[in-house]
């Protein structure tokens, strides 16, 4: 079911309708949470999910919010050399820039070279 509701958010999403997108990634994440709790890849994934379509609408607290939430589960799951964690750094690094803050993004970009 987190699936299908993924799968729409995708369409949505790719149909401009961020709102319904977005609805559609909140399902997902309610399913995938309750199914893996909290510390799990996929519950990650759907944070990134949500974050990106927050972003997508302007809302880019809330998306900051999304992205470190999976950037904590990432870097629980698999530390700090590993690609997925490279991507949450470069996500939140890219909300904080839209933010206009740009020590703060600097500062997740630099973390990626490392």
Do not use: F, P, W
């Not at 509701?5 to 995938?32: C, D, F, M, P, W």
């Not at 809302?59 to 050399?81: D, F």
């Not at 964690?85 to 993004?105: D, I, P, T």
């Amino acid at each position: 079911m987190a699936l299908s509701y993924n799968n729409l958010g995708t369409v949505y999403s790719g149909l401009g309708q961020y709102n319904q997108a977005k609805e559609h990634r909140e399902k997902a994440l309610i399913i995938t949470k309750k199914i893996y709790s909290e510390r799990h890849a996929d519950v990650a994934g759907s944070y990134t999910k949500l974050g990106a379509v927050h972003s997508k609408i302007g809302q880019h607290t809330q998306a900051k919010e999304y992205h470190e939430k999976a950037l904590i589960i990432r870097k629980q799951l698999y530390g700090e050399q590993h690609a997925d964690v490279a991507a949450s750094y470069n996500n939140v690094g890219n909300v904080y820039r839209k933010l206009g803050q740009h020590c703060e993004a600097k500062q997740h970009h630099d973390t990626i070279k490392h």
